[in-house]
C-alpha cells in the first residue's frame, strides 16, 4: 500500500526544529486518525497504525491531562481500561519509560476506585480524595520528566521519529 502524500519523508523527520518535525506528525495524525479517544472504533483504529503513530495517538490525551491537570484526573476523564493499557504501552515505545512506569502505578491506584472515577460526580469527588492524595507523589514526579523533555510527552514523540521514521508511516526520501 502507497503512504499518503501528506507523509513525511524520512529526510523531513531530521530536521533541526523539533518544532518543524511536531507539525509534520500533527499533520500526519490528522489525516491517520480522525477519531479521538472516546469515540467508537477509536482503539480499533489506532491498532491499525503503525506503531509510533499508534504510541502518540494513545498518549495524547495524556500529555494533555499532566498539562492541565494530573494523573488522576486523566483516569477521569478517560475513563476505559483498554486505553489505559494501550497509553502505558504507547509510553513504552516512545522511550518514556519513566513516565511509563508512573502510570502504570497511578492505574493501579486508580483501579482501587475505578467504580467511583466512572460516576458522573467523579470530578467533584476527586479533589482532596484518598486517591488523590496517593496519586500526587506521582503527579510530581510526572511532572518534573515532562519538564525535562521537549513539550512534555510530545517530545517523545519526536525523538522517536527521528529514531524510527518507518515506524510513523515516513516514505523514502525520492
Given at each position: 500500500m502507497k503512504p499518503p502524500m501528506n507523509?513525511?519523508?524520512?529526510?523531513?523527520?531530521?530536521?533541526p526544529s523539533d518544532d518543524e518535525v511536531f507539525d509534520f506528525l500533527v499533520e500526519v495524525l490528522k489525516t491517520r486518525m480522525p477519531l479521538g479517544p472516546g469515540q467508537p472504533g477509536f482503539l480499533q483504529a489506532a491498532r491499525e497504525l503503525p506503531a509510533g503513530l499508534r504510541a502518540m495517538v494513545?498518549?495524547?490525551?495524556?500529555?494533555?491531562s499532566l498539562t492541565r491537570?494530573?494523573?488522576g484526573w486523566h483516569f477521569g476523564n478517560w475513563?476505559?481500561?483498554?486505553?489505559?493499557?494501550?497509553?502505558?504501552?504507547?509510553?513504552?515505545?516512545?522511550?518514556?519509560?519513566?513516565?511509563?512506569?508512573?502510570?502504570?502505578?497511578?492505574?493501579?491506584?486508580?483501579?482501587k476506585h475505578w467504580?467511583?472515577?466512572?460516576?458522573?460526580?467523579?470530578?467533584e469527588w476527586y479533589h482532596g480524595s484518598p486517591l488523590e492524595q496517593l496519586i500526587d507523589p506521582l503527579n510530581t514526579q510526572a511532572w518534573e520528566i515532562c519538564e525535562r523533555s521537549?513539550?512534555?510527552?510530545?517530545?517523545?514523540?519526536?525523538?522517536?521519529?527521528?529514531?524510527?521514521?518507518?515506524?510513523?508511516?515516513?516514505r523514502h526520501d525520492a
Open positions: 507523509t513525511p519523508t524520512a529526510g523531513q523527520l531530521q530536521a494513545t498518549t495524547h490525551h495524556l500529555d494533555v491537570d494530573d494523573l475513563h476505559d481500561e483498554e486505553l489505559a493499557l494501550e497509553t502505558a504501552q504507547g509510553l513504552d515505545v516512545l522511550g518514556a519509560d519513566e513516565l511509563a512506569s508512573l502510570f502504570r502505578q497511578a492505574f493501579a491506584l486508580a483501579q467504580q467511583r472515577l466512572g460516576n458522573a460526580d467523579w470530578s521537549w513539550n512534555g510527552i510530545l517530545g517523545y514523540w519526536v525523538a522517536y521519529a527521528r529514531k524510527n521514521p518507518a515506524e510513523v508511516g515516513a
